[in-house]
């Protein structure tokens, strides 16, 4: 599994290597920081693990909406010739008439065919309602279960940017590594094909038997 990744990573090395080159193509250079930060930058799985992140964070603020206040504002109009509701309104309003002070009495609103048969009455009705939470056990807990998830998921985060970058790591050494080795194995042949222009020379010149010059 191990190896199948590091092999994975090296692909995609080279190939953003390939790309990074087509600006430059006498010219490629491309260090391992430059590595990690294109591996950081477009790796699917850590732009998942950030996503999930931004999702934690929201939560949280998503939880504290519980201790915000919360307004109401509501009007309401009444237009009504109901001898209980034009009543109601009127002593509401502080609008309802009577003089007994005359004689004979003013009943004015009070009296019977008044009562009984009112005009129409309009009433208008503004309410606004401020309601502050000050204790709400269910919000606290769920805070706190916003902010556990929100640690974890940064966990989550970090370990894999330190997966991303170990594997990048593995892939850019060992690609190091395979340069090295080529470049000695290129040396290699140079050395014996020396040796075996030397041997050769040596056979011709009479000096070596052939035994000896095939073992070289």
Known sequence: MTKKVTRRFLALLVAGMAAYGQADAATLKLSLNDALRMARERNTVLKAQRAKLDQADARIVQSKQAYLPKVMLSETIMHSNDPGAVLVGKLQQEIAYYNFNVSPPDFGDFALDNLNHPAALTDFHTSLQVQQPIYNRDAIIGGSIAKSARKAQGFMVDRAEETIDLNVKKAFYGLLLAKKN???LKQSIR??????????????????????????
Do not use: I
């Open 182 to 184: 080529l470049a000695d």
């Open 191 to 216: 050395v014996m094909k020396g040796y075996s222009a030397e041997a050769a020379r040596g056979y011709n010149a009479g000096v070596m038997n052939k035994s000896d010059k095939l073992s070289t």
